[in-house]
């Protein structure tokens, strides 16, 4: 597994490699919330279940990650970890714990905007998932 | 000379017409802004532009042009309204993003030492950083008048006066917003979010005038030496977000629709005619509205903290506020004929000349005030716009200094550095929600807009009239 930041002038975005796609999106809503709060101070206090759909494998990740985002800024909470995660078609059903933004815990460094499709991919290549993803801060 | 850059004068390169650009790209800028400008994708988002169906004239780049996504930020296009497109991704997520600047009846002096207090103050009442809602909670019918009225909505539920609208780009209300046009998600983003000044480069910065450079200007604007302003800059929240990444969905799906070429699928767009193209503008006009409305009730707060701090007599009058983020549809002279297009400015600013219809009676022979914010350590410009640049950028200009360091290394330029203390020497109180936030945001992170102010006023497109030092900053 690979997770490499892109050094965007404006904004901020990581290439992830991963062994299959289940790890990728994994992987790509932890590192989300990392650039939000770095700090190690999540904690997995409750369970949720989530489900997202897309088109495509590159709009079902844009749509995962915005997902998350929109729980993060209507409810304050923050991902702690994926527990579950299976595809299914054209969709995903997700198994998160997530603990409530604590301002006295948690320090906040950065908002992310949106989840963009610039110079976005996802694909399969020599035996890994490899994905691009670019973020409006 | 840089790449393939053509030089058109000192001001102006020119990116030729290759590939599947239909019309060229220019680029203002002085020749020395070239090599970082030519440093990441900028110029090559530029071309991009050149390539959407409809594009008038030029795709524009701004001296403060930097990598964005989709659009380079910077980037100013117009589009045939029947053979062109709107495009989400050429206003980008946080739609009217903008900022205000105010001008006060105090002088630098009696600012003294009320600075650290009233910066302190400020910090406690204009709520700020990553995802900060307000005291105001908005119900849906409510959050929907908001949207149609704009600052219009402030004014009506006691934050600030009627006057104020005069002051405002659009009089602080975009007509066709249509509110059924917009998701529960964003309603959901947005209810709690109207008044907040929200994180990154947004900010709020105390400065007094330092310099004026046209004196006559200046005094139809009201800004005397070392007189006290404020600016503000903030924009439409998650609520702008949320209508960007909704209707960017929809346009990903329309580009199919109507065989739509793209270099880039955040370029996704529509015809200006269709359907699609119709209800994301009036879509994006509810986003523009929540912004006005967003800046005008954080004007309205900090004339209050500036009363609790100073006394009873403080007046705090908006000189002008202007959007960064916006597409328009506007009437412009193209090759002798009236014409009305598409305007799309993506971190640029609107910048009429005089006796343009749409600028304050007041400013009717002066030009569209524009409000150039620098970094938080140096100093903003107050422009003017002119007749040129209504001839040559369909009346846009600049409207920052331009990042030239990511985050990245910015951060890294920061570390170990006491940056609050920093700023204190100069004589500047910080007040930040995150220190990430401040090390992003440190000076160096950004093109000194001097260079980006001398880049347009050399090339014609606005007139210098003062130049602003900060004071006290509040970043979110």
Partial sequence: MLVKYIDHTA?????????????????????????????????PKTKKRLTVSGDTKEELLVNWLSELNYHFETQRILLAKVDTLEFENRALAATIYVDNIDLERHSLETEIKAVTYHQL?????????KAQVIFDL | MQRNAVKINDFCFEIPKTGNMHVPARIYASEHMLNDIFQDNASEQAKNVACLPGI??????????????????GGVAGFNLETGI????????????????????????????????LMKALYKRIPSGVGSTGPIKLNKKEEKTLLTKGARWAIENGYGNESDLDKIEENGCMADAEPDLISDRALERGKAQIGTLGSGNHFVELGFVDEIF??????????????????????????????CEDYIKIMLKATQKYNIDLPDRQLCCAPVRSPEGKNYLSAMACAVNFSFCNRQIISC??????????????????????????????????????????????????????????????????????????????YSYVLTGTEKAMKETFGSTCHGAGRRLSRKKAKKAAQNRNLFKELEDMG???????????????SEAYKDVTDVVDAVSGAGLSNKVAKLIPLGVIKG
Wanted: with cysteine; net charge neutral.
């Fill in chain 1, 11 to 43: 904004d901020t975005g990581f290439i992830i490699h991963a062994k299959s796609l289940k790890e990728l999106f994994t992987v790509a809503a932890e590192e989300m919330f990392k650039i939000i709060c770095p700090d190690d101070t999540i904690k």
């Fill in chain 1, 121 to 129: 991919y996802l694909k399969k290549e020599e035996g890994l998932w």
């Fill in chain 2, 56 to 73: 008038v004239g030029y795709s524009f780049a701004m001296p403060d042009i930097h990598w964005g996504y989709g659009f380079p930020i």
């Fill in chain 2, 86 to 117: 709107v495009s989400p991704g050429g206003v980008g997520y946080d739609i009217n993003c903008g900022v205000r600047l105010i001008k006060t009846n105090l002088r630098r002096q009696d600012i003294g030492n009320h600075l650290k207090p």
């Fill in chain 2, 214 to 243: 046209d004196s006559t200007t200046a005094q139809v604007l009201g800004l005397k030496k070392d007189g006290v302003t404020l600016i503000v800059h903030t924009g439409s929240r998650g609520f702008g977000h949320q209508v």
């Fill in chain 2, 301 to 378: 707060w900090a004339q209050d903290v500036f009363r609790s701090i100073l006394g009873s007599s403080v007046e705090l009058y908006p000189v002008y506020e202007v959007a960064h983020n916006i597409a328009k549809i506007e009437e412009h002279s193209i090759e002798g004929a009236k014409v009305s297009i598409c305007v799309h400015r993506k971190g640029a600013t609107r910048a009429f000349g005089p006796n343009h219809p749409a600028i304050p009676q007041a400013y009717q022979q002066i030009g569209q005030p524009v409000l150039i914010p620098g970094d938080m350590g140096r």
């Fill in chain 2, 428 to 442: 500047i109180v910080l007040q930040a929600s995150s220190r990430a936030t401040a090390s992003e945001e440190i």
